[in-house]
């Protein structure tokens, strides 16, 4: 944060804000306080965990494949996104009758079948929330 230069006198009338506001605020701040990312990461735990559930899903999307790559032994199954379906499992049109009864098909492509399953339609559920609740928490802030 930007230091003040007048008087150390009259600045130290609000050391208590000054430091609230350094602890709150990243260093560069955008431009557009509306779209969010102002708030420092550690000042609010549930903003951290809004935050996190919503940029950590790639990683959960890598685990969720190789487990089900292992558990179906199937090496052409994907986990993906699409904007318009969301979230899927996509295993090739060779292999798309070992998928398991409770996969659910959600599109069928050319050469591949998608599918979801329970698990994954929460996580979607929940990533897709926590954008707005993220950014909602923040303007409360």
């Not at 260093?27 to 990312?37: N, T």
């Not at 069928?108 to 979607?124: G, V």
């Amino acid at each position: 944060m930007r230091q003040y230069s007048g008087s150390g006198k009259r600045w130290g009338e609000f050391s208590e804000l000054r430091e609230l506001l350094e602890r709150a605020i990243i260093d560069a701040p955008p431009v557009l306080v509306r779209d969010g990312g102002v708030i420092a990461p550690g000042y609010n735990a549930e903003l951290d965990e809004w935050r996190g559930l919503a940029d950590g899903a790639t990683d959960y999307l890598d685990r969720l494949e190789v487990r089900e790559r292992e558990r179906l032994g199937l090496d052409t199954l994907k986990v993906g996104y699409n904007a318009v379906h969301g979230y899927y499992i996509q295993i090739s049109r060779g292999q798309s009758q070992h998928a398991p009864i409770h996969y659910v098909r959600r599109q069928t492509l050319k050469n591949a079948e998608r599918y979801i399953i329970p698990e994954l339609k929460e996580y979607e559920d929940k990533v897709l929330t926590s954008k707005g609740k993220a950014l909602a928490l923040e303007k409360q802030l």
